[in-house]
């Protein structure tokens, strides 16, 4: 092992952590990004139709970077709109991610209601249905007693539900992106243990924006992550906006990393943003972070005239 270089080591020890994230607790958590607050899609399909005009967002991110061959990449397209007069919405989420020898893919549609209960607020709920195909193409899947990773890969169904009540400048929202869900090999059952490798994520998110005069706004957001048989986690963010055009923040994760977040409005339609993740986490002295790359676009008559830019 002492002879080993450098490289070697980064490797074998990222290699381990591989093979240690195949077990179910851990090898079906969803894909996390650092930009989910501009993709609220992604976390609660009750988001869909929360503007007055569509929308769409593509993402990449990598993660550990110079590890090479075998590191996380994740790539995510979302796309939403408002439906009759606004009191409905509709959404679509793909998800390509890669975790070492693990392929997943999402297709995901999702439906809103939406009710005004406030002069200022209102309250939607949201249903997802989707398929998500898991692949496992290394030789250890072979020694599962699991028919379906024996295949090495299968398409399972998918459904999920969420609560969001939002007005022009706060949002709160709850979600289960994977309520119920089945693979081939196991017959349905309420109980996800019986009937599929994925597991229940209980989300809560929310985010506020203050005027604080000088052309800047700030808006402090969360989102914090429970499943029974993993680590809680939250992220705790805070960004400013300068001159309703470019947005500066950070980030904290527990347990895992410091983000630093960007994003400029370009126009009122199109906007870019990046962000960057060190991790403080052991993978961090393995890896030199973690980088993502995020491009939106809002279309109609709508965003253009809209007087705000987007805050969420």
């Given amino acids: 092992m ?82 009759k007069s606004q009191k409905m919405g509709l959404g679509f989420v793909f998800v390509n991610d890669r975790v070492g020898k693990q392929r997943r893919n999402d297709l995901v549609l999702n439906y809103s209601y939406h009710i005004r209960v406030s002069q200022k607020g209102k309250l939607a709920f949201g249903i997802s249905a989707g398929a998500i195909n898991l692949g496992l193409d290394n030789p250890f899947a072979w020694e599962s007693n699991d028919l379906a990773l024996q295949a090495r890969s299968f398409w399972g169904p998918r459904a999920g539900f969420g609560v969001y009540y939002y007005t022009r400048k706060s949002y709160l929202g709850f979600s289960v992106p994977t309520l119920i869900g089945k693979q081939p090999d196991r017959a349905f059952d309420f109980n996800l243990d019986r009937s599929t490798l994925f597991r229940r994520h209980y989300l809560l998110t929310g985010g506020y924006v203050f ?55 370009i126009s009122r339609q199109f906007r870019a943003g990046a962000s960057y993740d060190y991790s403080y986490s052991r993978i961090g002295k393995f890896s030199n972070g973690s980088l993502e790359i995020m491009l939106g676009y809002d279309f109609g008559k709508d965003a253009v005239k809209a007087k705000n830019p987007r805050y969420f």
């Fill in 211 to 265: 005027d604080v005069g000088s052309n800047i706004m700030l808006k402090p957001s969360f989102l914090l992550k429970y499943q029974p048989a993993a680590p809680f986690q939250a992220d705790l963010n805070l960004n400013a906006l300068f001159y309703e055009t470019f947005w500066l923040g950070a980030s904290f994760r527990t347990g895992d990393s410091f983000i630093l977040l960007a994003e400029y409005q």
């Fill in 2 to 83: 002492k002879n080993l270089k450098t490289n070697d080591m980064k490797r074998l020890i990222l290699m381990v952590l591989f093979l240690g994230s195949f077990s179910v607790s851990r090898a079906q958590q969803d894909p996390m990004i650092s930009h989910y607050m501009f993709n609220g899609l992604f976390l609660n399909p009750a988001y869909a139709g929360s503007h007055k005009y569509a929308s769409a967002n593509v993402l990449h991110r990598s993660q550990w970077l110079g590890y090479g061959d075998g590191a996380p990449r994740t790539n995510l397209l979302a796309l939403d709109a408002p439906i």
